[in-house]
């Protein structure tokens, strides 16, 4: 008759085999290793033993062996398995278990797999021009917000998923998205990919982002508000009670309202703290209602869209050139020459619809008159322009920019100005010459001598020039009567 494995065994037995010995867990904890124990929802394998010691092994053998000694001690063997983990303690176990992610099964699983196996969850990676790339299928219980998080991931709490950084209205990133799918099935997880092309117009694009700015400028400024509130509300509640307490009036340790006192203080002082937190929290969160508010105003700004046509032609040129050298680049197969020619080419199309738009938003604002559009051929050597709120003494006429007097480093040193940059420009023979020129001459002289007028010649300029204004102020009939 087979004797019973799980029949209890009479003491003189035991006390005749020596207990078998488990190998000794290494010091450190291995990034990846093998560990012994029984499953716990499929995610996670529970191991006997607390947290204090490292039962994850480097070497497969040294877990089968943690298996044997817990098979041997345990009323159910067929629940003890071996897997490979990642050290990843789960809280959710008592203090005498320990919890690691499961990653895998090892590569040659000498014990049988008892039940069916757990399926790999699936999640969905999806890119849209009009959403951007988003991450759907991610509980709060998968524990990847970091993971998520360093490659480049916001989590929307009001939608339930994740959302690639820079991604709306733009191709999609490629890279970000092979990384991302390499760390999520690392951890256990089945991803698919779904990539929509076609984009949409800018003008709608541009719009969208408008009433988004609006929105966030509103719940920011809404939220500023309620802060505020309670930031007021907790501090009369402080006041209330440090109005009722004598200037230097101390705990009194003796008496019996010394408890009560105590803690009427204690939470005085907690709502005083709290109301300094709410009033400071406020104020950013009013900030960032400005700067939401604000987006739109300074993205359309002259000066912003020049540069973004000038970003925008050197992208479309580089991708032209990219795209021009792919056939003879003999450093890369076939296939990642025609997934890398499809890349650049939705880039360039897309670049190039941008800079239609922004072209056509330039345009619009030469026409009517927020911006300028001065060439060379425009402005010569002793001219006067304007740049941000100064005017400027043109020293030399250059290709794409005039050089003027540095306002930084003054002395002979010149600084250039873009010509899509300059707000005005006059030359000697129009009538506001006479005018401007006392400003801009006064600016060139404080900028020649670093913004200081300290010897007396520069004292004699600052008076003369102070003289010129005076009298280019005063009305024609009094200089009249005065010369009379």
Aim: with cysteine.
């Amino acid at each position: 008759m087979t004797p019973d494995p799980h029949a209890q065994q009479p003491n003189s037995a035991l006390r005749g085999a020596p207990p078998k010995a488990s190998p000794t867990p290494p010091p450190v904890a291995p990034a990846q290793g093998y560990a012994a124990g029984t499953l716990s929802g499929g995610e996670f394998l529970t191991v006997i033993g607390s947290a204090h010691r490292n039962w994850v092994y480097r070497d497969l053998p040294d877990a089968q062996t943690r298996a044997g000694v817990l098979r041997a001690g345990s009323h159910d063997p067929a629940q003890i398995v071996v897997r490979a983990v990642r050290p990843e303690f789960h809280p959710g176990v008592t203090a005498t278990q320990t919890a690691f992610r499961i990653v895998g099964d090892p590569d040659h699983e000498p014990e049988p797999t008892f039940g069916p196996a757990q399926p790999r969850r699936q999640l969905l990676i999806e890119h849209t021009y009009a959403e951007g790339t988003c991450l759907e299928g991610v509980e709060r219980a998968d524990d990847l917000y970091r993971t998520l998080r360093s490659l480049g991931w916001l989590a929307r709490r009001s939608v339930g998923d994740y959302r690639l950084q820079h991604s709306q209205d733009r191709p999609a990133k490629l890279g970000a998205i092979d990384r991302t799918v390499q760390a999520l099935e690392s951890a256990g997880f089945s991803v698919e990919v779904r990539i929509d092309t076609t984009a949409r117009s800018m003008a709608k694009a541009e719009t969208e982002r408008s009433v988004r700015a609006e929105q966030r400028a509103d719940r920011l400024t809404a939220r500023s508000d309620r802060l505020a509130t309670e930031a007021a509300g907790r501090e009369e509640a402080a006041n209330r009670v440090f109005d009722h307490i004598p200037l230097g009036q101390p705990l009194l340790t003796d008496h019996h309202s010394y408890g009560r006192d105590s803690r009427r203080r204690e939470r005085a002082r907690a709502n005083m703290a709290r109301s300094v937190e709410l009033d400071r929290e406020a104020g950013q969160t009013a900030e960032a209602a400005a700067t939401a508010a604000a987006h739109m105003r300074h993205r359309h700004n002259p000066e912003t869209v020049a540069n973004r046509i000038r970003t925008l032609t050197a992208e479309l040129n580089r991708y032209m050139r990219e795209r021009a050298e792919l056939p003879t680049d003999t450093r890369i197969t076939d296939e990642v020459r025609a997934r890398r020619d499809a890349e650049l080419a939705e880039r360039e199309e897309h670049t190039r619809s941008q800079l239609a738009h922004w072209q056509q938003v330039r345009a619009e604002q030469i026409t009517n008159g927020q911006a300028t559009d001065y060439r060379r051929d425009d402005i010569s050597r002793g001219d006067l322009i304007r740049y941000q709120s100064g005017w400027y003494v043109v020293v030399r006429a250059n290709a794409k920019s005039v050089s003027v007097p540095s306002p930084i480093m003054g002395g002979g040193a010149t600084h250039t100005v873009r010509y899509e940059h300059l707000r005005d420009h006059i030359t000697p023979d129009s009538p506001r010459w006479a005018a401007i020129a006392v400003e801009a001459v006064l600016s060139a002289r404080l900028m020649a001598n670093r913004g200081e007028l300290t010897s007396p010649e520069w004292k004699r300029v600052e008076a003369s020039v102070h003289n010129q204004l005076t009298e280019l102020a005063e009305p024609a009939e009094t200089r009249d009567t005065g010369d009379a």
